[in-house]
């Protein structure tokens, strides 16, 4: 499922000149790569989790990207197949796509700041041969299926089941359930369809060295739902102005105002 975000638009000013005309109000989806900075956040259990972050973050060094962890940060990534501490010299960043073996005390919210990826092109990932942590790298969920997934050696790509035959990969995922330390097998091409949710890191074993690569997700065409509180609807606005209200979309990646002049109820040309 679609992990929902809710922007407030706390006392946006906008400067307009004085006219004695209404004023439409619009808000803009943009779905694509957004430069701007924006910060999520995401609660994780008690116990092993298997974490990733589903964007570009700012600072994506491990300590300030899990900086609400309580000290001592126990965090472990997987390199060349192996398993390495946060403190070893091969641990060196938090990145989108992968995914990460975190002890957690406490349940504890994480926050990161950072850019969104790119949904307008494929994601790789870079696979070794070994046990491997990946994840999405977006804020929607991935389906374990060719449909989706296909995987290269670097000279021949092919879907999800082909790289199976080829014993490239087992083809199976295993999410971790932190409540009781059990391993869950997703299977892939099930029905019904397996996902890679955001914010999950999910264990995967290849044989060989290569890169799994993600299609984008498909597009958003759904407006984002926008209420303005104040001032209402039909409101002439003539000075500098407070627009409180709300906008809500699962894929929302920016927001701007837009402004129309009108007269009688219909746009001025």
């Known amino acids: 499922m679609k992990s929902k975000e809710n922007k407030e638009i706390n006392t946006l000013r906008t400067m307009i000149k004085a006219f ?25 259990a008690q116990g092993w989790n298997l974490v990733a972050i589903p964007l570009q973050a700012q600072d994506n060094s491990p300590y300030a ?47 990161v700041t950072g850019a969104t990826v790119a949904i307008n092109t494929p994601f790789h990932i870079t696979l070794a041969k070994g046990w491997n942590i990946i994840s999405t790298p977006w804020r929607t969920e991935v389906d374990w299926a060719d449909s989706r997934i296909s995987i290269t050696d670097g000279t021949t790509t092919i879907p999800l089941s082909t790289a ?25 091409n099930d029905t019904p369809v397996n996902y890679l949710y955001p914010w999950q890191g999910y264990l ?19 407006a984002p739902v926008v209420i303005i509180h104040s001032p209402i609807d039909g409101t002439r606005i003539s000075l500098i102005t407070d627009i409180i209200g709300t906008v809500e979309d699962e894929n929302l990646v920016e927001w701007r105002l837009e402004y129309e002049p009108v007269e009688l109820g219909q746009p001025v040309t």
């Open 204 to 222: 995967l074993f290849s044989t060989i060295e290569g890169e799994l690569i993600m299609a984008e997700p498909p597009p958003d065409n759904t």
């Open 20 to 44: 004695s005309i209404a004023l439409i109000i619009m808000i803009v989806s943009t779905v694509g790569y957004a430069q701007q900075l924006k910060t999520i956040s995401h609660t994780y």
């Open 164 to 188: 199976i035959s080829n014993q490239w990969t087992e083809g199976v995922l295993y999410s971790l359930d932190p409540a009781t330390e059990v391993y869950t097998a997703l299977q892939p």
């Open 65 to 111: 990207v899990f900086d609400e962890v309580t000290p001592p940060l126990w965090l472990y990534d997987y390199q060349n197949g192996f398993e390495v501490g946060v403190d070893e010299p091969a641990f060196t960043s938090i990145d989108p796509g992968r995914g990460y073996n975190l002890l957690l005390a406490d349940s504890t919210t994480i926050s």
